[in-house]
Protein backbone atom coordinates (compact mmCIF):
# COMPACT_ATOMS: atom_id res chain seq x y z
CA UNK A 1 0.00 0.00 0.00
CA UNK A 2 3.06 2.42 -0.04
CA UNK A 3 3.06 4.73 -2.65
CA UNK A 4 6.99 4.85 -2.78
CA UNK A 5 7.17 0.63 -2.69
CA UNK A 6 10.64 -0.80 -3.67
CA UNK A 7 12.19 2.86 -4.29
CA UNK A 8 15.34 3.49 -2.93
CA UNK A 9 15.35 7.30 -1.78
CA UNK A 10 18.57 9.22 -0.42
CA UNK A 11 17.98 11.68 2.35
CA UNK A 12 20.70 14.50 3.46
CA UNK A 13 20.81 16.53 5.96
CA UNK A 14 19.53 14.93 9.62
CA UNK A 15 20.99 16.68 12.38
CA UNK A 16 18.36 15.61 15.22
CA UNK A 17 14.85 14.54 15.99
CA UNK A 18 14.12 18.48 14.99
CA UNK A 19 15.47 18.61 11.75
CA UNK A 20 13.24 18.92 8.74
CA UNK A 21 14.85 15.85 6.77
CA UNK A 22 13.62 13.78 9.76
CA UNK A 23 10.27 14.96 9.21
CA UNK A 24 10.76 13.86 5.52
CA UNK A 25 12.43 10.20 6.45
CA UNK A 26 9.17 9.47 8.20
CA UNK A 27 7.02 10.19 5.57
CA UNK A 28 8.75 8.44 2.80
CA UNK A 29 9.05 5.67 5.03
CA UNK A 30 5.07 5.28 6.00
CA UNK A 31 5.00 4.73 2.05
CA UNK A 32 7.43 2.15 2.07
CA UNK A 33 10.47 3.87 0.53
CA UNK A 34 13.70 1.90 1.50
CA UNK A 35 16.01 4.86 2.86
CA UNK A 36 19.35 5.35 2.40
CA UNK A 37 20.70 8.47 4.92
CA UNK A 38 23.87 11.10 4.18
CA UNK A 39 24.79 12.92 7.54
CA UNK A 40 27.79 15.49 7.88
CA UNK A 41 28.88 15.49 11.82
CA UNK A 42 29.50 12.49 13.71
CA UNK A 43 27.43 13.86 16.33
CA UNK A 44 24.98 13.74 13.76
CA UNK A 45 25.40 10.01 12.80
CA UNK A 46 25.17 9.15 16.71
CA UNK A 47 21.48 10.79 16.86
CA UNK A 48 20.17 9.33 13.36
CA UNK A 49 21.65 5.74 14.42
CA UNK A 50 19.44 6.53 17.54
CA UNK A 51 16.17 7.84 15.79
CA UNK A 52 16.59 4.94 13.62
CA UNK A 53 16.35 2.13 15.85
CA UNK A 54 13.47 3.68 17.64
CA UNK A 55 11.12 4.50 15.31
CA UNK A 56 12.01 0.72 13.91
CA UNK A 57 12.87 2.15 10.62
CA UNK A 58 15.61 -0.03 9.18
CA UNK A 59 18.27 1.63 6.51
CA UNK A 60 19.50 0.68 3.34
CA UNK A 61 22.33 2.18 3.68
CA UNK A 62 23.95 5.21 5.90
CA UNK A 63 26.98 7.50 4.96
CA UNK A 64 29.25 10.22 5.94
CA UNK A 65 29.14 12.76 3.34
CA UNK A 66 29.90 16.23 4.12
CA UNK A 67 28.65 18.12 0.82
CA UNK A 68 31.68 21.20 0.52
CA UNK A 69 33.89 18.15 -0.23
CA UNK A 70 34.48 17.06 -3.82
CA UNK A 71 35.97 14.22 -2.65
CA UNK A 72 33.03 12.97 0.47
CA UNK A 73 30.78 13.47 -2.61
CA UNK A 74 32.73 10.96 -4.77
CA UNK A 75 33.46 8.59 -2.00
CA UNK A 76 29.49 8.84 -0.65
CA UNK A 77 27.88 8.37 -3.98
CA UNK A 78 30.49 5.54 -4.64
CA UNK A 79 29.02 3.62 -1.88
CA UNK A 80 25.56 4.37 -2.27
CA UNK A 81 25.88 3.48 -6.18
CA UNK A 82 27.89 -0.44 -5.12
CA UNK A 83 25.48 -1.04 -2.23
CA UNK A 84 22.07 0.24 -3.48
CA UNK A 85 22.32 0.03 -7.53
CA UNK A 86 19.39 2.18 -8.87
CA UNK A 87 18.20 5.42 -6.85
CA UNK A 88 14.97 6.94 -7.52
CA UNK A 89 14.53 10.25 -5.27
CA UNK A 90 17.21 12.23 -3.68
CA UNK A 91 16.33 14.83 -0.63
CA UNK A 92 18.35 17.79 0.03
CA UNK A 93 17.94 19.03 3.41
CA UNK A 94 20.46 21.22 4.17
CA UNK A 95 22.72 24.62 4.04
CA UNK A 96 24.91 26.64 6.03
CA UNK A 97 25.91 30.03 7.16
CA UNK A 98 28.26 31.42 9.45
CA UNK A 99 26.30 33.11 12.44
CA UNK A 100 27.73 36.08 12.27
CA UNK A 101 26.23 36.47 8.94
CA UNK A 102 22.85 35.83 10.06
CA UNK A 103 21.64 39.47 11.76
CA UNK A 104 22.67 43.28 11.41
CA UNK A 105 22.78 44.43 7.55
CA UNK A 106 23.27 42.08 4.66
CA UNK A 107 25.23 45.23 3.15
CA UNK A 108 28.07 44.08 5.61
CA UNK A 109 28.46 40.32 4.20
CA UNK A 110 31.97 39.27 4.15
CA UNK A 111 33.35 37.95 0.79
CA UNK A 112 34.29 34.52 2.78
CA UNK A 113 30.50 34.77 4.17
CA UNK A 114 28.90 35.02 1.03
CA UNK A 115 30.66 32.16 -0.57
CA UNK A 116 30.03 29.79 2.65
CA UNK A 117 26.89 30.12 2.27
CA UNK A 118 26.66 29.71 -1.91
CA UNK A 119 28.64 26.63 -1.46
CA UNK A 120 27.27 25.08 1.08
CA UNK A 121 23.71 25.90 0.43
CA UNK A 122 23.15 26.30 -3.15
CA UNK A 123 26.17 24.79 -4.94
CA UNK A 124 25.85 21.68 -3.25
CA UNK A 125 22.73 20.65 -4.76
CA UNK A 126 24.14 21.36 -8.25
CA UNK A 127 27.32 18.64 -7.09
CA UNK A 128 24.68 16.45 -5.54
CA UNK A 129 22.62 16.41 -8.42
CA UNK A 130 25.52 15.70 -10.67
CA UNK A 131 27.01 12.82 -8.28
CA UNK A 132 23.04 11.60 -8.32
CA UNK A 133 22.35 11.53 -11.89
CA UNK A 134 24.49 8.32 -13.34
CA UNK A 135 22.39 6.40 -10.47
CA UNK A 136 19.35 7.23 -11.47
CA UNK A 137 18.66 5.21 -14.26
CA UNK A 138 14.84 4.98 -13.80
CA UNK A 139 14.41 8.66 -13.76
CA UNK A 140 12.91 9.78 -10.38
CA UNK A 141 13.21 13.42 -8.24
CA UNK A 142 15.23 15.42 -6.11
CA UNK A 143 13.75 17.79 -4.04
CA UNK A 144 15.37 20.59 -1.74
CA UNK A 145 14.37 22.82 1.19
CA UNK A 146 14.25 26.56 0.53
CA UNK A 147 12.77 29.06 2.56
CA UNK A 148 10.63 32.78 1.79
CA UNK A 149 13.65 34.91 2.59
CA UNK A 150 14.45 33.95 -1.24
CA UNK A 151 11.61 36.29 -2.75
CA UNK A 152 11.59 38.42 -0.15
CA UNK A 153 13.95 40.94 1.87
CA UNK A 154 13.61 39.21 5.64
CA UNK A 155 14.82 40.50 8.29
CA UNK A 156 17.32 38.95 9.78
CA UNK A 157 18.21 36.22 7.36
CA UNK A 158 20.30 37.93 4.53
CA UNK A 159 23.36 35.93 2.75
CA UNK A 160 20.72 33.12 3.18
CA UNK A 161 18.13 34.64 1.30
CA UNK A 162 21.28 35.38 -1.58
CA UNK A 163 22.05 31.57 -1.25
CA UNK A 164 18.58 30.03 -1.18
CA UNK A 165 17.61 32.61 -4.31
CA UNK A 166 20.65 30.78 -6.05
CA UNK A 167 19.11 27.03 -4.91
CA UNK A 168 15.88 28.00 -6.39
CA UNK A 169 17.35 29.35 -9.49
CA UNK A 170 19.21 25.82 -9.62
CA UNK A 171 16.05 23.96 -9.39
CA UNK A 172 14.81 25.52 -12.72
CA UNK A 173 18.44 24.87 -14.70
CA UNK A 174 18.65 21.43 -13.58
CA UNK A 175 15.03 20.70 -14.27
CA UNK A 176 15.60 21.29 -17.88
CA UNK A 177 18.92 19.71 -17.66
CA UNK A 178 17.85 16.56 -15.92
CA UNK A 179 14.12 16.25 -17.66
CA UNK A 180 15.22 14.50 -20.38
CA UNK A 181 16.46 11.65 -18.43
CA UNK A 182 12.91 11.72 -16.58
CA UNK A 183 14.62 12.95 -13.52
CA UNK A 184 12.31 16.05 -11.48
CA UNK A 185 13.70 18.49 -9.78
CA UNK A 186 11.59 20.37 -7.43
CA UNK A 187 12.23 22.12 -4.14
CA UNK A 188 9.54 22.58 -1.13
CA UNK A 189 9.89 26.61 0.67
CA UNK A 190 8.72 25.85 4.17
CA UNK A 191 7.12 28.28 6.78
CA UNK A 192 10.08 28.84 9.62
CA UNK A 193 10.05 25.72 12.23
CA UNK A 194 12.39 25.42 15.23
CA UNK A 195 15.25 23.28 14.38
CA UNK A 196 19.16 23.63 14.98
CA UNK A 197 19.92 25.22 11.91
CA UNK A 198 16.66 28.06 12.78
CA UNK A 199 18.93 28.79 16.18
CA UNK A 200 21.16 30.61 13.89
CA UNK A 201 19.06 33.06 12.20
CA UNK A 202 18.14 36.11 15.11
CA UNK A 203 14.48 37.38 15.64
CA UNK A 204 13.50 33.75 15.16
CA UNK A 205 10.46 33.79 17.45
CA UNK A 206 9.19 37.01 15.91
CA UNK A 207 9.23 35.48 12.93
CA UNK A 208 7.16 32.64 14.23
CA UNK A 209 4.76 34.78 15.89
CA UNK A 210 4.09 36.88 12.77
CA UNK A 211 3.13 33.83 10.90
CA UNK A 212 1.01 32.77 13.02
CA UNK A 213 -1.07 35.95 13.61
CA UNK A 214 -0.65 36.74 9.88
CA UNK A 215 -0.62 33.36 7.69
CA UNK A 216 -4.32 32.11 6.34
CA UNK A 217 -4.20 29.13 8.43
CA UNK A 218 -3.39 31.51 11.48
CA UNK A 219 -0.63 28.85 12.71
CA UNK A 220 3.23 27.15 11.78
CA UNK A 221 3.50 24.84 9.94
CA UNK A 222 5.49 21.35 11.43
CA UNK A 223 8.13 19.03 10.27
CA UNK A 224 5.72 16.21 9.56
CA UNK A 225 3.92 18.42 6.91
CA UNK A 226 6.78 19.44 5.61
CA UNK A 227 7.83 15.72 5.42
CA UNK A 228 4.46 14.92 3.47
CA UNK A 229 4.79 17.82 0.58
CA UNK A 230 8.51 16.13 0.29
CA UNK A 231 7.01 12.69 -0.30
CA UNK A 232 4.71 13.41 -3.00
CA UNK A 233 7.06 15.70 -4.90
CA UNK A 234 9.36 12.11 -4.83
CA UNK A 235 6.79 10.30 -5.34
CA UNK A 236 4.71 9.63 -9.06
CA UNK A 237 1.83 11.56 -7.73
CA UNK A 238 3.83 14.96 -8.86
CA UNK A 239 4.96 13.07 -11.90
CA UNK A 240 4.24 16.11 -14.24
CA UNK A 241 5.92 18.78 -11.48
CA UNK A 242 8.92 19.72 -11.96
CA UNK A 243 11.33 23.25 -11.56
CA UNK A 244 8.59 24.28 -8.93
CA UNK A 245 8.76 25.82 -6.12
CA UNK A 246 5.39 24.65 -3.38
CA UNK A 247 5.04 26.22 -0.20
CA UNK A 248 4.12 24.78 2.61
CA UNK A 249 4.28 27.67 5.14
CA UNK A 250 0.38 27.50 6.03
CA UNK A 251 -0.28 30.12 3.19
CA UNK A 252 2.00 32.74 4.72
CA UNK A 253 3.83 33.91 1.28
CA UNK A 254 0.04 35.18 -0.07
CA UNK A 255 -0.04 37.52 2.31
CA UNK A 256 1.10 41.41 1.87
O1 LIG B 1 12.74 27.15 9.67
C1 LIG B 1 13.45 26.29 9.21
N1 LIG B 1 14.11 25.45 9.99
C2 LIG B 1 13.56 26.16 7.72
C3 LIG B 1 14.58 25.42 7.16
C4 LIG B 1 12.58 26.87 6.89
C5 LIG B 1 12.75 26.67 5.48
C6 LIG B 1 13.79 25.94 4.97
N2 LIG B 1 14.68 25.32 5.81
C7 LIG B 1 15.76 24.54 5.21
C8 LIG B 1 17.16 24.85 5.68
O2 LIG B 1 17.65 26.05 5.12
C9 LIG B 1 17.89 23.62 5.17
O3 LIG B 1 18.12 23.76 3.78
O4 LIG B 1 15.60 23.18 5.49
C10 LIG B 1 16.86 22.52 5.39
C11 LIG B 1 17.07 21.68 6.65
O5 LIG B 1 17.19 22.55 7.74
P1 LIG B 1 16.84 22.17 9.26
O6 LIG B 1 16.18 20.88 9.32
O7 LIG B 1 16.21 23.37 9.83
O8 LIG B 1 18.33 22.09 9.87
P2 LIG B 1 19.14 21.10 10.82
O9 LIG B 1 18.27 20.26 11.67
O10 LIG B 1 20.15 21.96 11.50
O11 LIG B 1 19.91 20.13 9.81
C12 LIG B 1 20.70 20.63 8.80
C13 LIG B 1 21.80 19.64 8.53
C14 LIG B 1 22.89 19.59 9.63
O12 LIG B 1 23.44 18.27 9.78
P3 LIG B 1 24.87 17.94 10.50
O13 LIG B 1 25.06 16.46 10.34
O14 LIG B 1 25.95 18.66 9.81
O15 LIG B 1 24.72 18.43 11.91
O16 LIG B 1 22.45 20.07 7.35
C15 LIG B 1 23.79 19.93 7.59
C16 LIG B 1 23.79 20.53 8.98
O17 LIG B 1 25.04 20.63 9.55
N3 LIG B 1 24.81 20.51 6.77
C17 LIG B 1 25.64 19.78 5.98
N4 LIG B 1 25.66 18.45 5.68
C18 LIG B 1 26.63 18.03 4.86
N5 LIG B 1 27.56 18.82 4.36
C19 LIG B 1 26.57 20.66 5.47
C20 LIG B 1 27.58 20.14 4.64
N6 LIG B 1 28.55 20.90 4.15
N7 LIG B 1 26.28 21.90 5.93
C21 LIG B 1 25.21 21.78 6.73
Redesign the pocket.
Known sequence: SGLLNGQNVIV?????E????WGIAKSLHAQGARLIF????E??YEKLAKLLAESGIDPLLTVQ????DDASIEAAFGRIGAEAGVVHGVVH????ADKDELGGEYVDTSREGYLLAQE??AF?LVAVAKAAKPLMTAGGSIV????LGAERVMRNYNV?GVA?AALEASVRYLAEDLGKYGIRVNAV??????????KGVSGFNDIMNTVEEKAPLRRNVDQSEVGDATMFLISGLSRGITGEVLHVDAGFHIIA
Open positions: MGIANRSIGTYRKRSCDVSSLAFSSSTQTYMKSAGPIRTLAA
